[in-house]
C-alpha cells in the first residue's frame, strides 16, 4: 500500500469517528430535549417509543407498547420527584392501514391527589395540625399505601378513528371493572421503599380493552432509563480516540452516560390480532399534548397543583416513533412545528430526508469532502424510515410517513438471542433476526449504530450488494463513498448491556434515591 492510499484511509477513518460521534451527540438520548419549546416542558417531553413482539415466555402473541417522558431523572431528585402532568394528555396511536393516520389511540390521564381529600398528611406539633414537607410520612410497601400523603393515579381510554373525534371508550381493570388505576410513587430510596421490585408489580394490571376479546397489561410508573449513549464525551467537542469508536471489537469501550438516570414510563401489552386490520404491519407513535390556555394564580390557596388552571384545545407539543429523527434528520427551525404534527403532514419535511444536511454539514465542519453519501435523493432512508422496508415491514398500501412499523407476523427472537442491530446485525452476520429496529424497536436495539450505518450509506453497502434491501438504483456504490466501512460506526457505548427485565414492563427498576 502506497503512502498516499494509507493517508487517504486514515483521513477517512477520521472523519467516519468524527462524523459517528457527532451524530451520538445529537441523539442525546434518543429525543430528550430535542426541540427547543419542549426544554420549557419536561413533564411531556417523550425520550424514546418502543413496540415489538413480546419476547417474554407465553406471551408471543401479544405486542409491547413502550413510551418513556420526563428525561434525565435523579433518583434523588425529591422531594417531589416526578409525577405526571395532570394538566396533559399522553397518547400511544397505532396506524393499522398504512394511511399515516391513527386508527387506534390509548389516552392517558392523570390525577394527583393530597391524601385526606386535600388535607395532606399532618403531625401534631405543640398541640398544632400541622403539614409535612415530605410526600411520605413513612415506610411503603402496598397500592393506596396510608404513608403516602400524594396519591398519583391516571385514566386509560382507547379511542378507534381520529383521536379527538373517534369512539372513546374507558379501558378497565379485569379484575374488578374500575376505569381508574393507580400509579407507584417513584423509587424514593431503600428506607422508604425497602423492596422496589415488589411494590412496583402490584401496579401491573390485567385489563379489558373495549373492541378487544384478549385481555392486555398495562404498567405506569418510573423505570430506569433503558437508552444508551455517550453524553459527556460528545459534548466536550467530541474528546473521544478516534481509532477506539471505528473499532468495532471497541463497542463497549466507554460508560453509558444516562445510565444512572430514570424516566416515567407508559407501558402496554396488547394482544397483536387487536391492532391490525388485514395487515400484518402496524405503525406506531407516541405523542403529548397540553391545553392551548393557562392561567398562574398568583396567591394559589392550600391544596395540590392548585397554582395553574388549564383550559381550551388539546395542543400537541411532543411526538416521537423513530428514534433520532428530530435530533439528527429535522432542521432546527422546524423542530418544534415537528413536534406539533401528524404523519398525515409529514410531505412538509420530505426534503430532510431524501436530502439530509448532516452529511454535508460534517464536511463543512471537518474539512474533509467526498465522505457523505450523493445518492440523491435518498431513497434508501426513505424506505428504512418513511415506508418501511418491502418484504418486512412496509404495508399493503403505505403513504410515505414518519413512525415506528413492525410486522406483527414475524415472530420474537428470545432476549439472548436478539442481534443489538437488529436487521443490520443480520447483514453483517447472516442471521435471521429480523425482530428488530427498524422493524419495530426492542429495548436492546442498539438505535444509534444502526442509524449511523444506515445515514452514512451503509446499508446501500449491505453484504456486498448494491440492493440487499430493495433500494435498487438508490445505491449505485459509486454514490456512497464510505460503502462497507459505514458498518463500522459505533459510540462506544453498547446498548446491549443494559440492564432490562425478562418480562413486561421489561424496562429496569428505576435507579433509588438511596441504596
Same mark, same amino acid.
Given at each position: ?248 471489537? $471497541?463497542? #463497549?469501550? !466507554? &460508560? ?8 416515567? /414510563?407508559?407501558? *402496554?401489552?396488547?394482544? =397483536? ?94 474539512? $474533509?469532502? #467526498?465522505? !457523505? &453519501? ?8 426513505? /424506505?428504512?424510515? *418513511?415506508?418501511?422496508? =418491502? ?125
Amino acid at each position: 500500500m502506497s503512502i498516499h492510499s494509507q493517508r487517504r484511509r486514515s483521513g477517512l477513518a477520521t472523519a467516519v469517528g468524527l462524523a459517528l460521534v457527532t451524530l451520538a451527540g445529537g441523539a442525546a438520548a434518543s429525543s430528550h430535549r430535542e426541540a427547543p419549546f419542549i426544554t420549557t416542558a419536561p413533564k411531556v417531553d417523550g425520550t424514546d417509543f418502543y413496540m415489538f413482539r413480546s419476547y417474554e415466555t407465553g406471551r408471543s402473541d401479544f405486542v409491547t407498547l413502550i413510551a418513556n417522558y420526563m428525561p434525565l431523572q435523579d433518583g434523588y431528585g425529591g422531594p417531589n420527584y416526578f409525577a405526571f402532568d395532570p394538566n396533559a394528555l399522553y397518547e400511544i396511536h397505532i396506524d393499522n392501514n398504512g394511511d399515516a393516520k391513527e386508527d387506534i389511540t390509548f389516552q392517558f390521564r392523570f390525577k394527583n391527589a393530597l391524601a385526606g381529600n386535600g388535607a395532606g398528611v399532618n403531625l401534631n406539633i405543640g398541640g398544632k395540625s400541622v403539614g409535612i414537607p415530605l410526600i411520605q410520612a413513612g415506610a411503603v410497601s402496598n397500592v393506596k399505601d396510608a404513608n403516602l400523603q400524594v396519591a398519583e393515579s391516571y385514566t386509560l381510554t382507547v379511542v378507534r378513528g381520529d383521536r379527538r373525534s373517534g369512539a372513546a371508550q374507558a379501558v378497565t381493570n379485569a379484575n374488578n371493572g374500575s376505569s381508574t388505576f393507580d400509579k407507584p410513587v417513584d423509587n424514593i430510596g431503600k428506607k422508604t421503599i425497602a423492596d422496589y421490585p415488589a411494590y412496583a408489580a402490584k401496579h401491573l394490571y390485567s385489563v379489558n380493552i373495549p373492541g378487544c376479546g384478549t385481555p392486555a397489561r398495562v404498567f405506569v410508573g418510573q423505570r430506569q432509563d433503558p437508552f444508551a449513549v455517550n453524553l459527556g464525551t460528545i459534548f466536550d467537542l467530541v474528546n473521544a480516540p478516534v481509532a477506539v469508536i471505528t473499532d468495532p471489537a $471497541l463497542i #463497549n469501550a !466507554a &460508560p453509558n452516560t444516562i445510565g444512572d438516570k430514570n424516566v416515567s /414510563t407508559l407501558a *402496554l401489552e396488547v394482544h =397483536k390480532s387487536c391492532l391490525t386490520n388485514g395487515d400484518d404491519v402496524i405503525g406506531g407513535w407516541t405523542t403529548a399534548s397540553l391545553r392551548q390556555a393557562r392561567l398562574l394564580n398568583g396567591k394559589p390557596p392550600s391544596g395540590h397543583q392548585t397554582t395553574e388552571k388549564a383550559g381550551g384545545a388539546w395542543v400537541q407539543v411532543s411526538r416521537l416513533g423513530m428514534p433520532l429523527v428530530n435530533e439528527v434528520v429535522i432542521g432546527l427551525k422546524d423542530k418544534d412545528k415537528f413536534n406539533g404534527s401528524k404523519p398525515s403532514a409529514d410531505a412538509q419535511f420530505a426534503d430532510y430526508v431524501t436530502n439530509p444536511t448532516l452529511p454535508a454539514l460534517l464536511e463543512i465542519a471537518l474539512g $474533509l469532502p #467526498n465522505t !457523505a &453519501p450523493t445518492n440523491f435523493p435518498r431513497t434508501d432512508l426513505v /424506505t428504512t424510515f *418513511l415506508t418501511g422496508i =418491502k418484504g418486512v415491514n412496509q404495508p399493503k398500501n403505505v403513504v410515505a410517513s414518519e413512525m415506528l412499523r413492525l410486522n406483527t407476523a414475524i415472530a420474537p427472537v428470545p432476549f439472548a438471542q436478539q442481534n443489538r442491530l437488529g436487521i443490520v446485525g443480520n447483514i453483517l452476520a447472516g442471521g435471521s433476526d429480523n425482530a428488530g429496529f427498524p422493524n419495530g424497536r426492542r429495548p436492546k436495539d442498539d438505535v444509534v449504530d444502526v442509524s449511523l450505518v444506515a445515514v452514512m450509506g451503509g446499508l446501500c453497502m449491505a453484504n456486498g450488494s448494491t440492493d440487499a434491501l430493495g433500494f435498487g438504483a438508490a445505491c449505485k456504490p459509486a454514490a456512497v463513498p464510505l460503502g462497507a466501512t459505514a458498518f463500522k460506526l459505533h459510540d462506544a457505548v453498547d446498548q446491549a448491556v443494559v440492564p432490562l427485565l425478562p418480562g413486561f414492563p421489561y424496562l429496569n427498576t428505576p435507579i433509588p434515591g438511596t441504596k
